[in-house]
């Protein structure tokens, strides 16, 4: 093993690696994302599975968010996602609007809320949201919207963005449950 890819390993802030746009898309990767996507909800939810309050106000790295307030990232998150997509559906290249996740983060409901809020909305959210991605037609997933960060992107890249982040937070506390033992 490299040196490199020790370290890489080792960032806590990136379990499942940086997001990567996959180079060739086939109709299969896309099922293989919207599916990622449906199940996110339930792979969330069993990662914080009987943790107590203390456990849930626990960082899940030095600095980091609480393992509470990744959960309620996620819903802040995937709300954002669901409109962008539906924005860029319906509209002709749109300009989406990011959002502070930082600050929302620091919002007293993500702050204090039971992780099961969240959970609960990101149920019926995605149910919504797989619905609608699986309906999507080829043409529809090279549609563009513009990210006044990362400049005109395609319904597609973000549907890998989102299969990704899952993923990514849901590491995050199984990881921190492997460090300490939970
Ligand atoms: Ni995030």
Do not use: C
Not at 16 to 40: L, N, S, W, Y
Not at 56 to 70: A, C, F, H, K, S
């Amino acid at each position: 093993m490299s040196e490199t890819v020790e370290l890489v390993e080792v960032d806590p802030r990136f379990p499942v690696g940086k997001f990567q746009r996959p180079e060739r898309v086939t109709a299969h990767d896309r099922m293989k994302a919207i599916a990622a996507i449906a199940a996110m909800p339930a792979m969330l939810s069993a990662s914080v599975k009987g943790l107590d309050r203390e456990q849930l106000d626990t960082p899940y790295r030095e600095g980091g968010w609480t393992v509470r307030q990744l959960v309620h990232h996620v819903a802040d998150s995937h709300m954002n996602a669901y409109v962008r997509f539906k924005l860029a559906l319906a509209e002709t290249t749109p300009t989406i609007k990011p959002y502070e996740e930082k600050d929302w983060a620091e919002f007293v409901d993500a702050k204090t809320l039971p992780v099961a809020v969240s959970l609960n909305l990101l149920d019926a959210l995605h149910e919504r949201w797989v619905v609608f991605l699986s309906e999507l037609k080829q043409e529809d997933f090279a549609r563009t919207f513009v990210h006044p960060e990362h400049g005109a992107q395609s319904v597609e890249w973000m549907l890998f963005l989102y299969a990704w982040h899952g993923r990514h937070h849901v590491a995050h506390v199984t990881e921190l449950r492997k460090r300490k033992g939970w």
